[in-house]
């Protein structure tokens, strides 16, 4: 399955990543676990790049963005040394959940994979459970600009 939106997406960030020996299974083709934490590390990439980090601090605390759903659909293998291009594509911050949307290509074009992820903006704090808050104006500024 892809996932298509018919939203154009608010912004759009790109990574490339050569697949490495332990991203793939005894096939040698890059293993499913491997595409999620692509995706993560370009979440992670996008968010350094907008001066923000996936856990973050002000003045009531600690507050970041645990997952709430992920899901990838793979279309073409890669394997071993191949190289991959890792597109994120913000699509919806609707106040306390931010949804992204990914493709992950091979250099020759074939979309290897897409994938979808939600999460929520939480207040962590410490000895207490989290608890989802709206997201700062400052991080959706940052997200967005």
């Known amino acids: 399955m892809i996932f298509m939106s018919t ?3 608010i912004t759009s960030f790109q990574t490339e990543r050569t697949v490495r020996m332990v991203d793939t299974d005894l ?12 995706m993560e590390e370009t979440e992670y990439a996008f968010l350094r790049s907008r001066g923000l980090s996936v856990v973050l601090s002000d003045e009531k605390g600690v ?3 645990p997952r709430l759903s992920a899901s990838v659909g ?7 040394d191949d190289q991959l291009l ?12 931010i949804e992204y949307w990914f493709e992950l290509t091979s250099l020759t074009g074939h979309i290897v994979a897409n994938g ?4 929520a903006c939480c207040r ?5 459970p989290p608890y989802a808050i ?9 997200l967005t600009f």
């Open 7 to 9: 939203l154009s997406p």
């Open 27 to 38: 096939s040698g083709r890059v293993h499913i676990s491997a595409l999620i934490r692509m």
């Open 63 to 65: 507050l970041g963005f």
């Open 74 to 80: 793979v279309h073409h293998f890669a394997g071993f």
């Open 86 to 97: 890792v597109k994120l594509n913000l699509m919806e911050i609707d106040g306390k959940q």
């Open 116 to 119: 979808q992820f939600n999460v």
């Open 124 to 128: 962590f704090p410490h000895g207490k």
């Open 134 to 142: 709206l997201t700062p104006a400052h991080v959706v500024e940052a």
